[in-house]
């Protein structure tokens, strides 16, 4: 009979002082040591605000609950452009370079280069560096639906519709900085041919338009092919949608719905 208590005893009592938990339980008062040569066991977090801005680097996208994007969000880094008049004497008259690029400073000295139509009139002598914004409408036909983001900005446009220097003297009218115009095919990547526009031969794009429209402009302008054009589009962040009296129009994705 003792031996049968003695056992039952045992039983009940030996798990509670063998069991590690027990020794760190707040209502033993003991906290076991780590064993010699391990680091000691990490202690919890107390927790973190989910309502805090937590950055990845400078240029890099926000991790913030409660932000809300605006037209200055840069969780899409601007692309950078610089337009400049001054050129190598290997380059032929009438043709511009346009650096651009992302996440970086000095789109001059460390971005990517296309080769540009500029305006036969207009502006000779410029250097400007802005970021770049499409127009929306993307051809500028009718009122700039974006107009107040053009400001200090240069615009992108597409021809066809309307007039280039009207392009030009609607982005002007916004406060612009200088205007980029894609070509829609007519001009070939040498703008040997640039259709009614001109070409390089002629000096530039514009050559034949009247004088009068010309002499109000203020800021430079380049043309340049479709497919020059296609990749300064591919670094906007753009969605295509369909905008009422307008038609499908890319516009630029913010990432705010």
Known sequence: MMRRLILVLLLFFLPRYTNPDHWNSKSSGLKSKAPKGQPP???????ISHNHHHYIEKDAIHDQPDYKPNDLDFRHPPLLISLHSKMSKAYPEGLKSIEFCKNCEDPFRNGSQIRGLTAAQGPKDYSIQSDLV???????RERLLNAHELEGRIVLFDRGEISLVEKVLKAQAEGASGVIIVDNGQCDEEFVRCGRAG???EGGFGKYDLGEHWRKVEIPAIMV????????????????M????????????????
Do not use: C, F, W
């Not at 066991?41 to 927790?47: D, E, L, R």
């Not at 499409?134 to 500028?140: E, H, L, R, S």
């Open 41 to 47: 066991a990490p202690k919890p977090s107390k927790g």
């Open 134 to 140: 499409y127009a929306v409408p993307n051809d500028g």
């Open 199 to 201: 070409s390089v031969k």
């Open 225 to 240: 092919t479709s497919l020059g054009g296609q990749r300064l589009k591919n670094l906007l962040h753009l969605r295509h």
């Open 242 to 257: 369909e905008i009422p009296g307008y038609g499908m129009q890319y516009t630029e994705d913010k990432g705010d719905d």
